[in-house]
Nanobody
Framework: QVQLVESGGGLVQPGGSLRLSCAAS????????MGWYRQAPGKQRELVAR???????NYADSVKGRFTISRDNAKNTVYLQMNSLKPEDTAVYYC?????????WGQGTQVTVSS
């Protein structure tokens, strides 16, 4: 089993920054992808950013140039640096780990962008 623990969410004003972290533990294979998804009220969960084991990344168009995903393989941790936050970034952010055909999810962390 794999466990994902997220941290770093909160309330921030428009234009501000937050950094999310997700630490993975358990039976983790060496080759896997990690990423962040988000779900706003009344909307479907959507991909925000993803990073492979070799560091390849992809981002949703809505966050390109503002968000940066990174990972520390030694710590099994993935980060999401969010800059220039907008009210439309408000959502619950979920960490995801994909390995050997299985998706694992964190419990979610709330990000609220409001003045």
């Amino acid at each position: 089993q794999v466990q994902l623990v997220e941290s770093g969410g909160g309330l921030v004003q428009p234009g501000g920054s937050l950094r999310l972290s997700c630490a993975a533990s358990g039976s983790i294979l060496s080759i896997y992808k990690m990423g962040w998804y988000r779900q706003a009220p009344g909307k479907q969960r959507e991909l925000v950013a993803r990073i492979t084991s070799i560091g390849s990344t992809n981002y949703a168009d809505s966050v390109k140039g503002r968000f940066t995903i990174s990972r520390d393989n030694a710590k099994n941790t993935v980060y999401l640096q969010m800059n220039s936050l907008k009210p439309e970034d408000t959502a619950v952010y979920y960490c995801n780990l994909f390995s050997s055909g299985v998706d694992y999810w964190g419990q979610g962390t709330q990000v609220t962008v409001s003045s």
